[in-house]
T-cell receptor, first 116, second 114 residues
């Protein structure tokens, strides 16, 4: 594709429900990153993938958060038993390869999650 | 010390002036440095990157890198109101073993006044 795509663009859910957010990276990009951004705040790193492996999951806030990537392409971020503090914009980015000069990240439009 | 630090601002400059945005980083092993711009309600977009000490110019933007001082800056010449945004500095830092991860500062809010 021409750029990173994310779906849905907006998600409103009730507290306690599970949600899945999807990211489709730029074709040929092997690295994929998930970030969270609350209103007026900076980017909070969640997890990144190099291929299908996740070398760094240190940013996942709790065990309610998980992510997977299959086929070295699409990634899904799952939040179980959502809480109101999970409300934020979830951004995905991809790059040719994690680390070094090739790690120029390109961002998707984000998914705005609202937990009622 | 945080891995990537920026002054949160806001930085306010008049139209036509030079805006100077600064960033420091803690990992001496970092090799790649990026500047992103984020308009309110939008995703970050890449402005430019720099790998070598010195200056790198791209149109009205100049990135400056000083690895000895662990300092990277972005100058915006002839600032325009459309440059008003949050500017994010990003640096590749070690992420365990031989892995590196792009780490973002919290951003500096720039306002250019007409």
């Amino acid at each position: 594709g021409a750029g990173v795509s994310q779906s849905p663009s907006n998600k409103v859910t009730e507290k306690g429900k599970d949600v899945e957010l999807r990211c489709d990276p730029i074709s040929g990009h092997t690295a994929l990153y998930w970030y969270r951004q609350s209103l007026g705040q900076g980017l909070e790193f969640l997890i990144y993938f190099q291929g299908n492996s996740a070398p760094d999951k240190s940013g996942l806030p709790s065990d309610r958060f998980s992510a997977e990537r299959t086929g070295g392409s699409v990634s899904t971020l799952t939040i179980q038993r959502t809480q109101q503090e999970d409300s934020a914009v979830y951004l995905c980015a991809s790059s040719l390869r994690a680390g070094g000069a090739a790690d120029t990240q390109y961002f998707g439009p984000g998914t705005r999650l609202t937990v009622l | 010390q945080k891995e990537v630090e920026q002054n949160s601002g806001p930085l306010s400059v008049p139209e036509g002036a030079i805006a100077s945005l600064n960033c420091t980083y803690s990992d001496r092993g970092s090799q790649s440095f990026f500047w992103y711009r984020q308009y309110s309600g939008k995703s970050p977009e890449l402005i430019m990157f720099i790998y070598s000490n010195g200056d790198k110019e791209d149109g009205r933007f100049t990135a400056q890198l000083n690895k000895a001082s662990q300092y990277v800056s972005l100058l915006i010449r002839d600032s325009q109101p459309s440059d008003s945004a949050t500017y994010l500095c990003a640096v590749n830092v070690r992420s365990g073993g031989s892995n590196y991860k792009l780490t973002f500062g919290k951003g500096t809010l720039l306002t250019v006044n007409p």
